[in-house]
């Protein structure tokens, strides 16, 4: 998707944005029967407005004000992908959006919800080209968005499209090692640097998380270390994110039962995915912070070298662990990502996993599960962020009582808790490995769409990216 910053025409396909019905009269481009149509209907509650003048389209857009701003904002993002199936039913190319309301970022918002629903993933598409959506630029009017928001806009909508993109892909493309090549030729177009442990490197450096989980697989694992540091950061120590990287989880030989289950596991790459695309995002706008992310990936299989429940693994940070379920492996391969971070002494930590069914319980697909020692004021700062982004949190404790959950007779730690508090228990777990400032963000429930949901398409959604670039952006302006 292209945006930019055009010259006003009325012969083009305009979208108006007004919140007073009185500024319909003060648009050239409606004619009087016009205006009374627009008026009948907004009066009927009906905002979202398409007017076919022939050689062009008129969209009208009226803002319904919501109990709170991030309601009103995210009805916006909404409507967008109303407007968005509108636009396809027309054929449009190009749309050019002028925002007569008081709410400054509607404009914004609006375009952010046209562009996310205009995602198609295609490549695997014999017909691609005659299913592809006709929208490919969103202009505005040049008082609407300034040179920051247009680039804000575009690295972050580019960002979300290349994390759906690597989630739908399967796993017959999408090995770890293609992961990493991915991921280092993003980091050439964004700004980034790459640099991928292979298998020989891993053994090297002890990583017995990451090598348990790969065991059962024909295929090598990868660890890559991905850096953006401008000129003058505003922080003096990194801030490290880390994505789980698991690109297919089965269960290994505690094989996931039903179909239902397995069917969407090529999405347990999900937080490497948003840490990948958060840098992309970040070095596309040159945020002024030095940022790493780490992602260790694998897929998780039952083969014949499998590592089996009751097996006691030696972890990267020297830990012991009792497996007692192979498919708790996402915190076994964070576990030593985790470790490695505590090199750069760094000033927070953030990780992303889709780490448990119990998160997705918890919440469904309407929010993330975090939880963490970050101080409350960054911890209010995230969850502002995820208000703005409507991409929003919930706090789950991290109380002593869960770490007795995982406590084994025979190893340091064990790889599950019980039935009761399982997302906390596997944040628990994590915690362990850590000695910094850090907040887990269990996306499970929110990773991957089964139907088309306002601007997130069936697969991969890209939910957590818009939040962690969000709390970004303010960070580096504080
Ligand atoms: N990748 C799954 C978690 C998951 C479940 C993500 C559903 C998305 C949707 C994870 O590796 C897993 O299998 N977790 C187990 C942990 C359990 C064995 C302690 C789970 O949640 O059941
Ligand atoms: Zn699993
Ligand atoms: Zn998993």
């Known amino acids: 998707m292209e945006f930019k910053i055009s010259r006003k025409d009325s012969e083009k396909n305009n979208l108006y944005i007004i919140d007073d019905i009185k500024k319909l009269k003060e648009l050239n481009a409606l004619n009087k029967e016009e205006i009374s149509y627009c008026e009948d209907l907004i009066k009927n509650e009906k905002n979202i407005i398409t007017l076919n003048q022939y050689t062009h389209v008129v969209f009208v857009f009226y803002i319904k004000k919501a109990d709170t701003d991030s309601q009103t904002h995210e009805g916006i ?152 540091k401008p000129a003058k950061p505003f922080n003096k120590k990194p801030i490290v994110l880390v994505g789980k990287g698991v690109v297919y989880d089965t269960g290994g030989l505690s094989l996931k039962p039903t179909a239902a289950s397995m069917d969407r596991m090529k999405s347990d790459m999900s937080g490497a995915a948003v840490v990948i695309a958060t840098m992309y995002a970040v070095s596309k706008m040159q945020l002024p912070l030095h940022v790493i992310a780490l992602v260790p990936a694998t897929d998780n299989r039952p083969g014949q070298n499998a590592y089996v429940p009751g097996d006691i693994i030696t972890m990267y940070s020297g830990t012991t662990v009792e497996v007692l379920n192979t498919d708790a492996e996402g915190r076994m391969i964070l576990a030593d990502a985790l470790h490695w971070a505590k090199r750069y002494n760094p000033e927070m930590v953030m990780d992303f996993a889709t780490l448990t069914g119990a998160a997705a319980v918890a919440v469904g697909n309407v929010g993330i599960v975090c939880m963490g020692n970050l101080d409350e004021k960054q911890k209010n700062n995230f969850k502002e962020s995820g208000f703005r982004q409507y991409e929003r949190l919930v706090e789950y404790p991290l109380w002593e009582e869960y770490g007795d959950m995982i406590k084994t007779d025979v190893a340091d730690l064990k790889n599950i808790g019980g039935r009761e508090g399982g997302a906390i228990t596997a944040g628990k777990f994590l915690e362990h490995f850590t000695d910094y400032p850090w907040m887990h963000f269990d996306i499970a429930g929110v990773s991957f769409n089964t139907a088309k949901k306002h601007y997130t398409p069936v697969g991969g959604t890209g939910y957590g990216i818009r939040l962690l670039v969000d709390f970004l952006t303010h960070y580096s302006q504080q």
């Open 77 to 228: 993002r909404k409507a967008g992908a109303l407007f968005q199936t509108s636009i396809q039913q027309n054929g449009l190319k190009e749309i050019t959006i002028y925002n007569l309301s008081k709410t400054s970022e509607a404009a914004y918002l609006l375009a952010e919800g046209i562009a996310l629903s205009n995602y198609q993933f295609l490549k695997y598409k014999k017909d691609a080209a005659q299913k592809a959506y006709s929208l490919k630029t969103i202009s505005f009017d040049k008082n609407t968005l300034d040179k920051k928001q247009l680039l804000q806009l575009s690295a972050t909508i580019e960002a979300v499209y290349h994390a759906r993109d690597l989630v739908n892909e399967p796993l017959n493309f999408l090995t770890a090692t293609q992961l990493a090549k991915e991921i280092s030729k993003k980091g050439k177009e964004a700004g980034y640097t790459t640099k991928t442990l292979n298998k020989a490197q891993i053994i090297k450096e002890k990583m017995g998380g990451l090598l348990a989980v790969n065991l059962g697989s024909p295929e090598p694992p990868t660890f890559s270390i991905l850096e953006y």
